[in-house]
């Protein structure tokens, strides 16, 4: 813990000026980041008497080891940066929105030839027309499929799509009327383009003149004494009655607005935000957050406003956004949002009528939000915390483990051999600090040498982080033995990285293995613990504690003992580690098979230095198989576009030196394919083909 008074800035350093400033812990890590109007006001109100702190701002200086900021022009301009930097670095202490996940939309492809209906989530896409957001998906087709009776837009994939297109047969939907069947010609591109118009303009909110239209024709229709006809058109007008119906008018005059309501107590917040489009509800989402900070109402809601507008633009910014209480102060908001949008946005609370009314409603929910989430919060604290605590008592150790890190082998019959590393902090998942391993210090198959490995390189790494960092004056000697070290698992599969790569963030980002564990865990039993423990004690690391858990009895060893500790099976802390056990087994055996099938798909030209995947591809199709472009001379290859003289002969001594491959087999047929090799082309007609590749049932994945 830290003495806020350690770090203070002199009298006089902190310019007077609007910025944005971040606290840092002892890892260099952002913890904490804030806007000020005023930096030097601002950050004087963090070092005061921490008796006169908010408890969690107390928690938040004491954590932190320095303090900096960046100066910028005007007070638009650092809400967007203290956006920027939240989103970037993900400070611990900022506001978290708990339970925020990508809302779905209606979305209508106008990009494309035969314009598609689908719900979508994530990024909007140019182009493409979205309706919601709404609270399910399920809502979204329940919608949709009553919309299709009247509007029968294509709703199938690109797959679905070209195959109808290719067998010249629809799929159900449209042979039941709900889809106009583009794939096979009975609509022309021009109309059905027309027909997704019309659903948008539906979705839009511009629903009585088709409806008056419909009813017109309905009328002439029975006139007429086309019954069949007129009794379609009355069921229609249903269908789409029965849809409005869904989302009941609120607002007159077909208002573009949402409405944010705040419900709050000394240390969370719930926040609900209706979605108003053409004065109907079309979708309500709502977020939890802690209060790091006494903040106001307002602040609350600016926070809110960067979170569900920060990376919106157009018309998903509306026209008027109903908050409960201002921002402070609320011009630079408003500029902010008029920017996203690129025309006027009104910020306002609402004081009479239709809108303070259903302003009412939203609070409403924000309070029922709040509650429902202590409910849940209090009995999953309760439950993790005691998880640690039984874990602590039952190992021997000082404090509960905080964070728990797991390790795990895997492999198929010694190929392939991998590790992974999971981490939990707090009882909860940290996925971004999952970690993998490629075993490389030998080959075959030996779990206990291979968890030695992987406990070695890890900590070597932690260590190495140390003394880079300063954090004692004399350190160990930690040479680089790992040759390409782990990857990280960031959303993405990341590519292999040296440890001068995974030691050059020093601007917040967390680096790699900078932070270490209270626990380790190894999936296995004695032998892999004392595995693990050796690795640390040649480090000359005795703070950290080791345990095992065998699979057969759930039994957890421990260093140097002969007999394991058995937990209850009703114990919360043997759930906890089973938990986490799992979660490395999971993520290596992912791993594992991904790797794997990387090799079986390799064929000979991935060894060609500098040919990339585009013009594999163009080789490929050039020639039509390995074997053809193998007995190609180099002016043939040089043809191939892309593909200059020197690649041209640096592809030849590559094929020339490799060994052919075996023969591919049909395993249909037992027929063995002559004119292709593996890893380049399938086989025909969607046969499966294999070519020396082993039998995976024959093995077991560990």
Same mark, same amino acid.
């Given at each position: ?247 009941? *008018?609120? $607002? ?5 607005? /949402?409405?944010? =309501?705040?419900? %709050?107590?000394?240390?969370?917040? #719930?926040? !609900? ?71 006027? *946005?009104? $910020? ?5 009528? /239709?809108?303070? =009314?259903?302003? %009412?409603?939203?609070?409403?929910? #924000?309070? !029922? ?85 992987v406990i070695g390189r890890r900590f070597r790494r ?100 002969d007999d394991p500790v058995v937990l209850p099976r ?133």
């Amino acid at each position: 813990m830290a003495d806020p008074s350690s770090y203070r800035p002199r009298p006089g350093e902190i310019p007077d000026s609007p910025g944005v400033y971040r606290f840092r812990d002892e890892h260099r890590r952002v913890i904490y980041v804030g806007k000020a109007k005023s930096l030097r006001q601002r950050l004087a109100n963090y070092f005061q008497d921490l008796a006169n702190l908010h408890p969690r701002t107390r928690t938040m200086v004491t954590t932190a080891a320095s303090v900096e900021w960046t100066v910028v022009s005007t007070e638009v301009e650092a809400l967007q940066l203290e956006y920027s930097w939240i989103k970037e670095y993900d400070p611990r202490f900022n506001v978290k929105y708990r339970d925020d996940k990508s809302y779905p939309y209606l979305a209508v492809t106008m990009n494309e030839q035969f314009p598609r209906v689908q719900v979508m989530r994530g990024h909007k896409k140019k182009g493409v027309r979205y309706f919601g957001p709404y609270a399910h998906a399920w809502a979204i087709r329940d919608t949709v499929d009553l919309l299709l009776r009247v509007f029968p837009v294509r709703t199938c994939s690109a797959g679905v799509f070209k195959n109808a297109t290719r067998t010249g047969r629809p799929c159900l939907l449209g042979y039941i009327g709900k889809c106009s069947a583009p794939c096979v010609g009975r609509i022309d591109p021009e109309d059905h383009r027309d027909l997704a118009d019309d659903f948008c303009d539906f979705m839009a909110g511009r629903t009585g003149t088709y409806l008056r239209r419909l009813e017109k024709q309905m009328m002439e229709a029975a006139e007429e004494m086309e019954y069949e006809r007129a009794a379609r058109l009355r069921d229609d007008i249903e269908a789409l009655k029965k849809a409005m119906e869904k989302n009941a *008018v609120v $607002l007159a005059d077909a208002t573009d607005a /949402d409405l944010v =309501a705040v419900a %709050e107590d000394e240390l969370e917040a #719930a926040v !609900q935000i209706f979605h108003v489009r053409g004065g109907r509800v079309r979708g309500q989402r709502g977020w939890v957050t802690d209060k790091v900070e006494d903040v106001t109402t307002g602040a609350l809601v600016e926070h809110a406003l960067q979170q569900l507008y920060g990376e919106e633009s157009g018309d998903a910014v509306p026209k008027e956004v109903l908050v409960p209480a201002l921002p402070e102060p609320v011009e630079p908001v408003q500029e902010w949002l008029t920017g996203r949008r690129g025309a006027n *946005v009104s $910020l306002r609370i609402p004081q009479r009528g /239709d809108k303070k =009314a259903l302003m %009412e409603t939203v609070q409403r929910n #924000a309070q !029922q939000s709040l509650a429902l989430h202590k409910t849940k919060r209090a009995s999953d604290l309760t439950t993790r915390s005691r998880a640690l605590e039984e874990i602590a008592e039952a190992l021997g150790l000082d404090s509960a483990p905080l964070r728990i890190e797991c390790y795990d082998i895997s492999h198929l019959q010694g190929d392939d051999v991998v590790a992974s590393m999971v981490v939990f902090e707090d009882g909860l998942q940290r996925k971004s600090e999952y970690r993998r391993f490629q075993i490389k210090g030998f080959a075959g198959q030996d779990d206990v040498r291979s968890m030695h490995e992987v406990i070695g390189r890890r900590f070597r790494r932690y260590l190495a982080e140390k003394e880079r960092t300063g954090e004692w004056a004399d350190g160990p000697d930690v040479p680089d033995t790992d040759g390409t070290g782990a990857e990280s698992v960031d959303g993405a599969l990341a590519g292999p990285e040296t440890i001068t790569d995974s030691l050059k963030n020093d601007d917040g980002r967390p680096r790699k293995f900078a932070y270490p564990p209270q626990l380790v865990v190894v999936d296995g039993g004695q032998p892999q613990v004392a595995a693990a423990q050796r690795a640390l004690d040649e480090l000359g690391i005795d703070d950290i504690a080791v345990c095992g858990l065998a699979k057969r009895l759930e039994e957890v060893w421990v260093p140097g003992e002969d007999d394991p500790v058995v937990l209850p099976r009703t114990s919360e802390g043997l759930y906890l580690l089973q938990r986490v056990r799992d979660e490395a087994h999971r993520f290596a055996i992912t791993y594992q098979r991904t790797k794997r099938a990387k090799r079986f798909r390799a064929g000979p030209l991935d060894d060609v230095p500098g040919l990339g995947e585009t013009r594999k591809q163009a080789l490929i199709k050039h020639f039509g198989s390995v074997k053809k472009l193998r007995s190609a001379t180099i002016e043939q290859i040089q043809e191939v576009p892309g593909i200059g003289r020197k690649t041209a002969e640096t592809i030849a001594v590559a094929l020339a030196q490799a060994a052919p491959a075996a023969p591919a087999v049909n395993t249909a047929t037992g027929e063995i394919i002559e004119d292709e090799e593996p890893g380049t082309t399938g086989g025909s007609s969607g046969e499966p083909v294999t070519a020396g590749v082993p039998d995976e049932r024959r093995g077991q994945e560990t």
